[in-house]
């Protein structure tokens, strides 16, 4: 248990001794940006809540990304997802390559916990993202079971956005992982009330392989809620 919470404060302790290193420096650049959203999605046979917040810190080569989620989804009366979720990922840039280090924390009550870190090498090509790394997850079940293992990820990344008029905007990411046969896309249209304070409509489509074979591959989501967003 010791090396896991070793791996899980060590993003941490070399943010921290990145940030001292940059005080020294007489031109800094830093953006921090939080956002926290809760949306609801309710059918006659399907109630779907996931509540999320999100930090990210960046510095001229660091990047650091911190979410937490909570996503809860019952369906013909019974409980189909009960998940909470944490992630953070460290990213140290040089150019257009990049070192990853990557922590993912999740407690699901309908199926197991699982921890999962995984590190490496990437590079970035426009909207195009390669990486190798060696990931360890565990999870924790009766008996307990530790998987090690070298991974290749190939992902594209487009993130559109519009300016409607007035206080609606929209914004529309497409997320594509040729490796594992994944689109994800999302269309979200937020109208401003107040300074920080929208509100926020999107529909999502998921097409992937099923863990069930029964399962369909393509899964959708429409959903209304609050989002508040700060950055500075």
């Not at 993912?104 to 916990?113: E, T």
């Not at 994800?184 to 529909?203: G, M």
């Amino acid at each position: 248990m010791r090396k896991y919470l070793i791996c899980l404060l060590f993003p941490f302790l070399l943010n921290n001794l990145y940030a001292e290193e940059k005080k020294e420096e007489k031109k800094e650049i830093k953006r921090h940006s939080f956002s926290a959203e809760e949306t609801l999605s309710v059918t006659d046979d399907a109630l779907w809540n996931l509540a999320k917040a999100k930090y990210q810190y960046t510095l001229p080569r660091l990047e650091q990304l911190l979410e937490s989620s909570f996503d809860y989804n019952k369906t013909d009366g019974k409980i189909k997802r009960d998940l909470f979720r944490v992630h953070h990922k460290l990213d140290y840039k040089v150019e257009k390559y990049y070192g990853f280090f990557d922590t993912d924390y999740q407690k699901d009550k309908v199926n197991y916990q699982i921890l999962y870190f995984t590190f490496g090498l990437g590079t970035r090509i426009k909207f195009f993202k390669l990486d190798l790394g060696y990931g360890y997850k565990i999870v924790d079940k009766t008996p307990m079971v530790n998987v090690s293992s070298f991974s290749i990820g190939a992902e594209r990344n487009i993130n559109t956005k519009w300016k409607l008029g007035g206080s609606f905007s929209a914004k529309q990411p497409l997320k594509e992982r040729p490796r594992k046969a994944s689109l994800y896309s999302e269309l979200t249209v937020k109208y401003k009330l107040v300074e920080h304070f929208n509100v926020v409509a999107s529909y999502t489509k998921i097409r992937e392989k099923p863990k069930d074979p029964n399962d369909s591959w393509e899964k959708f989501a429409l959903r209304v809620g609050v989002n508040y967003e700060y950055e500075n």
